[in-house]
């Protein structure tokens, strides 16, 4: 069983208009999703979440959806996160508050704040988040500490990553049919499982995340060595 399971939620937009509804009814639709794959991670005694809700890149889609995302994003915060605390999920933000507005950033930082002793299981936001630009805020927070070059090592800069304290990704599941990571976890992701299905975001229900975790588990993970016979 995967330890930490990390999801690309892929497919909203394309759900939404075979349906013949505007893109933001699939954000809409993603959006609500996440409570099903969360209780699904749950009861198959998932410790991490992480789940790529909007990246680096987005910005550069039409200001209208970007700006209708938000607004779901606040409602979603607004409306979920009591219960998410009352049933001991852990929220956690990935990548960075610049570029989000102010009143975003409260609703985070107050979701963070409430949730933080929490252990149930831990869930990873990734929102303005890329990859790149992790790896390269790591580093300027290293060399802001004074750390020396023979300081740089995998575990150092592990603990300066966003996700520092959390183990890497086990499992890497992106919706949607695509198998590209989208500058998604690239540090953490370097021996993490991947497994891909057409079915987009809203429609990634119980069934679909179970088949996943059973793909995990008939995996064989060497991590650069061998398996013995």
């Not at 198959?44 to 994003?73: C, H, Q």
């Not at 998410?84 to 985070?108: A, K, Y």
């Not at 929490?118 to 988040?129: E, G, H």
């Not at 304290?165 to 370097?190: E, Y």
């Amino acid at each position: 069983m995967p330890t930490h399971v990390a999801i690309i939620m892929d497919g909203n937009g394309r759900w939404a208009q075979r349906r013949g509804l505007p893109r933001l009814a699939g954000h809409r639709a993603g959006t609500d999703n996440i409570k099903r794959v969360l209780e699904a991670a749950v009861e198959y005694e998932v410790k991490v979440l992480t789940i790529y809700a909007f990246s680096t890149e987005n910005w550069r889609r039409p200001l209208d959806e970007v700006r209708g995302l938000m607004s779901i994003l606040r409602q979603v915060i607004d409306r979920e996160v009591e219960n998410l605390h009352r049933n001991g999920v852990r929220i956690r933000h990935l990548g960075s508050l610049e570029r989000l507005d102010d009143n975003l950033c409260e609703r985070i930082g107050r979701a963070i704040e409430l949730t933080k002793d929490n252990d149930r299981i831990i869930l990873n936001v990734a929102l303005n988040y890329g990859g790149r630009a992790e790896i390269i805020q790591a580093v300027q927070r290293m060399v802001r500490e004074g750390v020396p070059a023979e300081g740089l090592t995998e575990e150092s800069l592990s603990q300066h990553l966003d996700t520092a304290g959390i183990p890497d990704p086990d499992l890497i599941v992106r919706t949607g049919g695509d198998m590209r990571l989208s500058n998604f976890l690239l540090w953490q992701a370097a021996y993490a499982e991947y497994w891909s299905t057409p079915v987009f975001w809203p429609d990634f229900d119980k069934e679909e995340f179970r088949r996943a975790i059973e793909e995990y588990g008939r995996r064989q993970r060497r991590f650069g060595g061998l398996v013995s016979s």
